[in-house]
């Protein structure tokens, strides 16, 4: 009895275990850098950290970087030059982003999949995953209402309402689409991680 259930937990520990050099030589193989998308509160930054982590590659926001860039914070750069300005910005710098090697998981603002040049870029240069969820979810998950331009002096809930309506069709585009209703950080991470070992799987020819 004993035997057998020593054989019965080598065997699982063996499975795991290639699970996991299956997925560390897909991600070795990667060329491609993963693109977060999602709406505001969607925890696009902070599930990407902990992926970055536990697939052990670099973790970039493309927000920061157009923030240190411009000398400024998002806020301002729509309050003194306007949102043209901030999506010419955008665009540029997650260009740049997209062109870095070794691949890296770039974390993108709400609305950068949406704008037409921005989205084709991602599409054509990274491996895009929505962190969908419910406007209720994502104002829950919001702390920083005052940093996010498009909130600003307005109920946040009546405002994801209206942007699910128009961004969700564009974010549906995304090679992968990972619901996180419900979730914690960890486990959104860790959903999206095996959401993404099966999508490589399947794509080694183009993914990887």
């Known amino acids: 009895m004993v035997i057998t259930q020593y054989m019965h937990s080598f065997m699982e520990t063996k499975a795991l275990a290639s699970i996991d050099n299956m997925a560390t030589h897909l991600i070795n193989h990667m060329t491609r850098s993963i693109v977060l998308v ?3 509160g969607s925890g696009k930054t902070n599930v990407g950290r902990l ?4 697939m052990q590659l670099d973790f970039v926001d493309s927000d920061k970087v157009i923030e240190t860039v411009a000398g400024i914070s998002i806020v301002d750069i729509f309050d ?17 982003l ?10 993108v603002g709400g609305g950068a999949f949406v704008q037409p040049d921005c989205h084709d870029i991602i599409k054509a240069k990274g ?7 419910q406007p209720e979810t994502l104002v829950s998950r919001m702390s920083n209402i005052a940093s996010r331009p498009l909130l600003k002096d307005k109920d946040p809930l009546q405002v994801l309402h209206q942007l699910s309506e128009q961004r969700d069709p564009y974010f549906a585009k995304a090679d992968l689409i990972v619901n996180t209703d419900g979730l914690e950080l960890s486990d959104s991470a860790s959903k999206v991680f095996d959401h993404l070992v099966q999508y490589l799987e399947q794509h080694t020819g183009s993914s990887s």
């Open 127 to 133: 491996l895009s995953i929505w962190l969908q969820a």
């Open 98 to 107: 997209l062109d870095h090697q070794p691949a890296q998981i770039i974390s």
């Open 38 to 40: 999602g709406h505001m």
């Open 80 to 96: 003194l030059y306007g949102e043209a300005e901030f999506r010419r910005l955008e665009l540029r710098e997650i260009s740049t």
């Open 51 to 54: 992926l970055a982590q536990k």
